[in-house]
């Protein structure tokens, strides 16, 4: 295309004293109208938005029609360098039947991070912590950790992440806290018409939300 991609192995400075004719691109961008249309193939850049906040930050990556460079387009992608597995060996296992009626136990194949950063699409709350329930509610493979309640993506239950930094989604998972004046760990859940009942050592809680789908912003305990 009509651009010039250039690198080295140390930080440099680039400057044109033509900005009307030359647009310079770095790896961080204010304004995404200010990405080209013809890219090299891979190269990722940091949308900011605001210098104040960074949960407003995202990332983009140019995918070549090629596969090499030139035309292509820009879409969402994970902050380079950033952790995006989970460590199957430390997740519940799956017990498949096979077609000859024999069972196979076994890792389950846990979605990864596939957008944003450990800000704006952070680790699943049981990261680190004991799983004390696993079932499954409304389409979502639903975790019970610490006095947290974590739902996977709907239809999706190995996908513990966000589908995208760049705003709220329905098919987002969905991580809400019990709140409580004393530790509070949920060990217990039944699933009613009008919710999850889940239980603690001292408590119960109901899970549930107002509307007719089960979303993030909707969810409440």
């Given amino acids: 295309g009509n651009g010039i991609y250039i690198h080295r192995s140390s930080s440099f400075n680039i400057e044109t004293f033509e900005p009307d004719l030359f647009n310079i691109v770095s790896h961080t961008v204010n304004d995404i109208t200010n990405l080209p ?10 949308v ?12 983009l990556k140019f995918v070549a029609e090629n596969g090499l460079d030139g035309v292509g387009h820009w ?18 296992h799956s017990l498949v039947r096979n077609a000859d009626g024999s069972f196979t136990l076994g890792q389950y194949n ?8 450990e800000l704006t699409n952070e680790d699943p709350l049981f990261i680190g912590n004991t799983i004390n329930k696993v079932l499954f509610h ?12 974590i739902l996977s993506q709907p239809d999706q239950p190995g996908n513990f992440w966000n589908k995208t930094a760049l705003t709220f989604s329905a098919t987002d998972r969905s991580q ?5 004046s ?20 001292n408590s119960q809680y109901l899970f549930t939300t107002d509307d007719s789908i089960l979303t993030p912003e909707s969810a409440k305990i």
């Fill in 37 to 46: 249309t013809q890219c090299k193939h891979g190269f990722i850049v940091k």
């Fill in 48 to 59: 900011t938005n605001s210098n104040e906040a960074e949960q407003d930050d995202y990332y």
């Fill in 75 to 92: 879409e969402e992608c994970v902050k380079p360098l950033t952790k995006t597995t989970i460590n199957a060996a430390k997740m519940p």
């Fill in 110 to 117: 846990w979605a990864i991070r596939e957008v944003g950063d």
């Fill in 138 to 149: 409304q389409d979502r493979l639903t975790f019970l950790s610490s006095n947290k309640l």
């Fill in 176 to 180: 809400i806290a019990a709140s409580s």
């Fill in 182 to 201: 004393q530790a509070n760990t949920l060990v217990d859940a039944i699933e009613l018409n009008a919710g999850l009942v889940l239980f603690s050592e």
